[in-house]
């Protein structure tokens, strides 16, 4: 009997840890799934996406730079995708398509508390900013900034969630790197403060680095060494990535084989 399929669209998606996760999950219930790495590029997402179904795939995540395109694309969108404008689980049901954004709780989960009453930076305006914005603003956070490279789309963003933009990274209890500053080797930590406008500030009481990499990332480092709470990367797309399943399977995801296989990277 061929497996049923699911994987992660993304470009690039090389360093996804998503397929080792998620296999690792399906064989820990005996379930008859397989999970891929689909990279796609913006020009062919659609295409891809409505391909799917007649492929064999149940369900695919969805990562940079698509997420607001897996919005669009939907027949039906969850509150939460809708609300937030990007979605980052598809579904494939009866013959239409179903978006979902499991990054917002996901991020939440991770991140262990509440923010209520705290004051959060967002750093990024893609459809990661957009969820953890969302997210932020939805638990209560007192004050929600995002802060992009290009300021126009901080503004739109902000504009659209009810939260605010900054010019520059201002102080924050919480902060959040949603940009895919850090991913890959290259980065040292100079590089990577500079390029998020971070140099010369005290690390936040709170960090959350939505990249991760082979070793802690430079950003994570920074914060570590000021003995702030750290929230890394692979934890959130562990959360993320368990809601994912849930729906797509019906079942309770499997979280410490999770956790366990993303942080060992093998499929």
Not at 167 to 195: K, Y
Request: aromatic letters at 6%; proline letters at 6%.
């Amino acid at each position: 009997m061929t497996p049923t399929l699911a994987g992660v669209l993304g470009w690039p998606v090389a360093h996804s840890r998503s397929p080792a996760m998620h296999n690792a999950a399906f064989r820990a219930l005996g379930l008859d799934w397989r999970y891929v790495k689909l990279p796609v590029s913006p020009e062919l997402f659609a295409e891809t996406v409505r391909a799917l179904p007649g492929s064999g795939y149940g369900g695919v995540n969805v990562t940079i730079p698509h997420k607001q395109a897996a919005l669009r694309l939907a027949d039906v969108a969850s509150p939460a995708a809708a609300a937030i404008g990007a979605a980052n689980t598809l579904s494939f049901d009866t013959g239409s398509i179903t978006a979902d954004n499991t990054d917002a709780p996901g991020f939440l989960a991770a991140l262990g508390r509440s923010p209520r009453g705290e004051r959060a930076l967002v750093l990024g305006a893609g459809g990661s900013g957009r969820a953890m914005a969302w997210a932020l603003r939805d638990a209560g956070a007192a004050e929600v900034m995002v802060w992009n490279r290009t300021p126009g789309r901080a503004a739109r963003l902000a504009a659209e969630l009810g939260v605010s933009h900054v010019e520059r990274p201002s102080a924050a209890d919480l902060v959040v790197n949603a940009t895919s500053v850090g991913l890959g080797s290259r980065w040292s930590e100079d590089d990577a403060l500079a390029a998020l406008g971070l140099n010369g500030r005290e690390a936040p009481a709170t960090l959350v680095d939505l990249v991760y990499a082979e070793r802690e990332t430079a950003l994570c480092r920074w914060a570590r060494e000021a003995s702030a709470q750290v929230v890394d990367g692979l934890e959130v797309l562990v959360r993320q990535g368990a809601l994912s399943f849930e729906r797509w399977t019906g079942r309770p995801a499997p979280l410490e084989v999770m956790r366990a296989a993303a942080r060992a990277g093998v499929a």
